[in-house]
């Protein structure tokens, strides 16, 4: 049997996956699942039902069908990274959300003979009308099938996934204008955390300002002056940076708070604070007018003392809106919205995680909120809310902007990374070999003076070869994964571990 899944060929007598040149074996695991998937009824799968399709009479545990759902994901992404294929319903289960058809079926080896059934005159009419009524009803149902698919493709097209910067270190504390700039800090490995400014697919330059004490910063709407918090034990400061001068302006004196964030209004008349008296105190929302220095509390009032306070602040770009999470439980929270320019609440959202990070949407009235690795949006006219985006790492920040590739919505992750380094134990020196944003894992050195080694530089866990300058992946008849290998005496042969046996 063969399938049409997006742009991807799905060979279940072969087990593998086809797109353009490239192929991927499936593991069992795999291949149960992904046919579990498109072979059920249903548009959405729970965690039960998963489990009795593709583990029938078997115990597994949620954990075991995260990473089965997750290497799955994996594989089809590696092939056409731009599609959404599985959309993570919270609390329930999964749903395979990319077309599928069929392209071929086995052959019927039966060979019955064909029977042709006498139809009486006075039934004609009635299997015609019958037909006809069939027909129209197809008709109709492809319209529709088409327009959705339509949608769904420019909701594809409009979360496609491409990697932003490719700097050494970590990236966090995104923010951005509303003509495109994007500023983060970069830390590398050694600790040293440096401001970049990056506009579309310009190279990042860094800003000579110093990060010591810094524990938040903004990148205003006009992309102008960039708001800082600097925070010690001895004091507190809300600073304004002019990004012509480098001139710094004191805003505010923060000391009689910690853990101060900010955010600015769409005029820049405004700053947004988000902090608390001291660690045994609640999270609040206060407003500062910069013109007037006047400081007011505007979330959290007294009859809710004893929750555990308002974060994550988002401010509109372009409209007098402010977002900010309520947490209630370690599992639930409420993500409130305010007019800014009357302080009247104007919508409370409840959602089933704990908000990592807030964002609104460039130009329209949508927001963008995270659960640990998920990407949602919350669209405020009609209160709908969906997953777009299951990443493979936590999520720092996010941000949404204006590139050269349209409207994009950025963010920042936890990624691990690792160098490969050489160790002459003749002169005791050490030299940096690979360096790059990837987790590099258990070089080997080969007679020929080439490395191979273990790299997720694309996504999923592949045997890399690095010689000389030269880098190039190696293609293996299986998916690598974790597995252990080791090169052999005569450096000819390269052995690996497969599902607890060597080949």
């Not at 077309?99 to 006498?118: R, Y």
């Not at 990004?243 to 853990?259: E, R, Y």
């Not at 988002?314 to 919205?337: G, K, M, N, W």
Request: aromatic share 10%; proline share 4%.
């Amino acid at each position: 049997m063969k399938y049409q899944i997006h742009d991807i060929i799905f060979d279940t007598q072969e087990k593998a996956l086809f797109h353009n040149g490239e192929s991927v074996l499936l593991e069992a695991k795999s291949y149960h699942l992904l046919l579990a998937f498109i072979q059920s009824n249903e548009p959405v799968l729970s965690r039960d039902k998963l489990i009795e399709l593709a583990w029938p009479q078997q115990v597994v545990s949620d954990g075991a069908v995260n990473k089965a759902i997750s290497k799955l994901r994996s594989h089809l992404e590696q092939l056409s990274p731009d599609v959404e294929f599985i959309v993570t319903k919270p609390k329930f289960g999964y749903q395979f959300c990319a077309p599928v058809k069929i392209l071929s079926e086995p052959n019927n080896t039966l060979g019955s003979a064909t029977l042709k059934p006498s139809i009486r005159p006075q039934n004609r009419w009635v299997i015609i009308v019958i037909c006809t009524f069939l027909l129209i009803s197809l008709f109709f149902l492809y319209i529709h099938n088409t327009l959705q698919n339509t949608e769904e493709k420019t909701k594809q097209t409009e979360f496609s996934q491409f990697r932003f910067t490719a700097l050494d270190g970590v990236e966090t504390k995104l923010s951005s204008s509303k003509d495109g700039q994007v500023l983060f800090i970069n830390t590398d490995v050694n600790g040293q955390a440096s401001l970049y400014l990056k506009v579309n697919k310009d190279i990042p330059k860094v800003l000579p300002i110093k990060l010591t004490d810094v524990r938040d910063i903004r990148l205003a709407p006009d992309g102008k002056v960039i708001g800082l918090v600097s925070q010690n034990r001895e004091s507190c400061l809300i600073e304004q940076v002019s990004l012509a001068s480098f001139d710094k302006k004191t805003l505010l004196d923060c000391s009689q708070f910690s853990d101060v964030k900010i955010a600015w209004h769409y005029d820049m008349q405004r700053l947004f604070i988000q902090a608390r008296k001291n660690n045994a105190t609640p999270y609040k929302i206060y407003q500062f007018k910069i013109a007037t220095q006047v400081l007011e509390q505007i979330s959290l009032p007294q009859k809710h003392v004893a929750l555990n306070g308002d974060f994550r602040l988002a401010a509109h770009p372009t409209q007098p809106r402010l977002a900010f999470a309520r947490y209630l439980e370690s599992d639930r929270s409420e993500i409130h919205v305010l007019n800014t320019h009357t302080l009247e609440k104007l919508a409370t959202y409840p959602v089933p995680y704990v908000v990592g990070a807030l964002a609104w949407d460039a130009g329209n009235d949508v927001l963008f909120f995270t659960a640990e690795k998920t990407l949602l949006q919350i669209d405020t006219q009609s209160g709908s809310e969906h997953a777009i985006k299951q990443l493979s790492y936590p999520i720092e920040s996010i941000t949404s902007t204006l590139s050269s590739n349209g409207k994009v919505l950025l963010a920042t992750q936890y990624h691990p990374s690792s160098r490969i380094k050489r160790y002459d134990l003749n002169t005791q020196e050490t030299k940096t070999v690979l360096n790059n944003a990837a987790l590099n894992r258990l070089p080997r050195q080969t007679d020929n003076q080439s490395l191979l080694f273990l790299s997720d530089m694309m996504g999923t866990h592949d045997l890399w070869q690095l010689k000389g300058e030269a880098l190039h992946k190696i293609s293996l008849p299986f998916e690598f994964g974790f597995r252990r290998f080791q090169i052999d005496s005569q450096k000819e042969h390269v052995l690996f571990e497969k599902k607890g046996r060597f080949i």
